[in-house]
Every structure is written in structure tokens, then in C-alpha cells.
Nanobody, 122 residues
Framework: QVQVVEFGGKSVKAGGSLKLSCTAS????????MGWFRQAPGKEREFVAT????????YYADSVKGRFTISRDNAKRTVSLQMNSLKPDDTAVYYC???????????????WGQGTQVTVSS
């Protein structure tokens, strides 16, 4: 069975940095695009970043562009999200997902992790 698990969420101060990681098993990791999404309290889940199977195709939401960096290591079956210059608005549950293409659309991803909480205090 496919399993996607996120790690690294915690509370940090505004302006700080945090790195999230995600591992996936039960699928062909090296041929799957991996995406990061987030959901803040009272809001719908939104796109954050995505990366294609080779690591070349990379897309970010405008709200995180220049601050967040997505990367992957297929040998380690891991995708990471380096978050810098964090803002209180970045507070959310962050989800990792796997799908066939590096798209911004949530419905295009087949497998999802349970999420990891990131809290940014001002």
C-alpha cells in the first residue's frame, strides 16, 4: 500500500527557517511528481510547491516564491521543503502529495500524507 509521511513541522518565530521532509513508499517514487500543499484554520487547502520526477520542473505559489525551496532525492525517496523568512500567514498544516505530473491542482495528486503542523509566531 502507498504511504506518504511528512516530518519536521514545529513552532518557529517569524523570520525564521524550517525544513519539512516527506517520504513515500509503495509507489514508483522516481517517476512521480511530488507536491506540497497547506491548509490554515478556517481556510481551504492551497498549493505551495511542486516538483517533477527529475527535479527540473518546479513551480511555486506566488505567496512563497523566493522564500521556499522544494527539492527531491529519488535515491532516498524523499522530497523536502526548505522554508525561509517565515511569516505568521505561513501557519498551517502542510501536506505532501504524490501524483503523475507537477501540477498546482490538488485533484491531480493520487496519494496524500497526514500533514505536519507548522506554526509561525509574530
Amino acid at each position: 500500500q502507498v504511504q506518504v509521511v511528512e516530518f519536521g513541522g514545529k513552532s518557529v518565530k517569524a523570520g525564521g527557517s524550517l525544513k519539512l521532509s516527506c517520504t513515500a513508499s509503495g509507489l514508483h517514487f522516481s517517476t512521480n511528481a511530488m507536491g506540497w500543499f497547506r491548509q490554515a484554520p478556517g481556510k481551504e487547502r492551497e498549493f505551495v510547491a511542486t516538483i517533477g520526477w527529475s527535479g527540473i520542473a518546479i513551480y511555486y505559489a506566488d505567496s512563497v516564491k523566493g522564500r521556499f525551496t522544494i527539492s527531491r532525492d529519488n535515491a532516498k525517496r524523499t522530497v523536502s521543503l526548505q522554508m525561509n523568512s517565515l511569516k505568521p500567514d505561513d501557519t498551517a498544516v502542510y501536506y505532501c502529495a504524490a501524483g503523475p505530473l507537477p501540477l498546482r491542482v490538488q485533484a491531480k495528486y493520487n496519494y496524500w500524507g497526514q500533514g505536519t503542523q507548522v506554526t509561525v509566531s509574530s
